[in-house]
């Protein structure tokens, strides 16, 4: 037997550096995956949560609209915006009780702002509902979580059809002869904190008409 054999056990230095270059490289990839995993199930969740005060919110307002009526005369006073064809920013309503109701978005600016929508720590336009003080006092009727990208109101007709009006033979009759009816249509996105890259988003919109029967 040769007695300088020597004992060939262990790594040598290549092989270290390849194997904790392999042992980093594995790590990577499984965090990686671990990240977009959690960070699928956050979105998933969001968009959940977005979905759900989403439906609440049209399901309240859609209520609004059927158990009162479109308040014409807010649109014609010379302080407030009239009814557009291309929608309005803010819903004024009345209850069948005489309660009024207004509905609008917080960051729209043509209306003075509230300071409860201010979100100076959120920094996101939130939705409010008002109700029997005329603007004075405004409540927020979506969460945090959501941000409100876009909040429009298409009153049909732009007109209110109730009134009676002098025809061209003289006699008397209604202006429109339409019952009224609003499309909501409401676009927001997602604020749960700790999503990457765009954030969940949807657009709802329904159409509802009023219950009132004036003719």
Known sequence: MNSNTY???GFTLV???ITIFLF???IVIVSDVFSRAQQAQRRTVALQ???DDMRFFINKISSSIRSGSVTYAWYV???HEAVASDGNTL???TTFDGKKVLVRRGADTNIPAPTLCNDADQGAPCMLLMSEDD???WHRASSQDIHIDRLMFFIAPQKDPFPLEEQSDGSLDYGANAQPKVTVSVRASSR???LRGKAPSMTLQTTVSTREYKR
């Open 7 to 9: 004992d060939s056990k």
């Open 15 to 17: 092989e270290m550096v």
């Open 24 to 26: 980093s490289l594995l």
């Open 49 to 51: 949560r977005l979905q």
């Open 77 to 79: 006073q010379p302080q």
């Open 91 to 93: 819903l004024a309503l």
């Open 135 to 137: 603007g004075a006092t």
């Open 192 to 194: 749960v904190s700790g």
